[in-house]
């Protein structure tokens, strides 16, 4: 089976522009999460998909947004980019049933905000 | 508050020795506890997970972890290491209806050879 694919690989914005970011999961996998990753704050939680709902929301403004469509592929969307927002952008997926499933994570998207 | 703690930032071993990374927990229900290692410029990569059961769990590449309870922690051990080994790991818990995880803030391994 092909892993969870993520593109671009890198982004390289400038400040106040928007950014989407994509992510295939796994064929099969109807749940899709999305993380931030940066030095400062390590890993943090964005939010998750399952059957096109958001079930879950991390901590972060609404300039913060996702989608999933019904194929279970899944876009992020960042409006209104800050320098902080410069950040590994990770995407995860899991199978049907949530309970302690596993995250398969793709190898990112490299956002670089100037 | 749910955390997930791994108090050594950087630990470097030669090649051959044996690995601990620790890791504690703070979770108000039944967590699930996973470890992931993350190669420089790539993705999460599942090492092993706990779910209930037997708590010594068994992984990839040759790691363990044990799940203790009482001491809510869930160390990642391996008896000898390679120098492919060199990465940095997570420890992560979660729990529930939701694929929402709290990570630690990872410890960096160095390989000596």
């Known amino acids: 089976k092909a892993g969870v694919t993520q593109t671009p690989r890198y982004l390289i914005k400038t400040r106040g522009q928007q950014v989407t970011l994509s992510c295939s999961p796994i064929?099969?996998?109807?749940?899709v999460s999305w993380y931030q990753q940066t030095p400062g704050q390590g890993l943090q939680f964005l939010f998750e998909?399952?059957?096109?709902?958001?079930?879950n929301k991390g901590n972060f403004p609404g300039r913060f947004s996702g989608r999933q469509f019904s194929n279970s592929r899944s876009e992020m969307n960042v409006s209104t980019l800050e320098l902080g927002d410069s950040a590994l952008y990770l995407c995860a997926s899991s199978p049907l049933s949530p309970e302690g499933s596993p995250l398969h994570f793709g190898n990112g998207t490299r956002l670089t905000v100037t | 508050a749910q955390s997930v703690t791994q108090p050594d930032i950087h630990i470097t071993v030669s090649e051959g020795a044996s690995l601990e990374l620790r890791c504690n927990y703070s979770y108000g229900a039944t967590p699930y506890l996973f470890w992931y290692v993350q190669s420089p410029g790539q993705g999460l990569q599942l090492l092993l997970k706990y779910f209930s059961g037997d708590t010594l769990v068994q992984g990839i590449k040759g790691f363990e972890a044990e799940f203790k309870r009482s001491q809510s922690s869930f160390n990642l051990r391996k008896p000898s290491v390679h120098w492919s080994d060199a990465a940095e790991y997570f420890c992560?818990?979660?729990?529930?209806?939701?694929?929402?995880?709290?990570f630690g803030t990872g410890t960096l391994l160095a390989v000596q050879p």
């Open positions: 064929s099969g996998h109807r749940s």
């Open positions: 992560a818990v979660g729990g529930g209806a939701t694929n929402k995880l709290i």
């Open positions: 998909y399952f059957s096109e709902t958001q079930r």
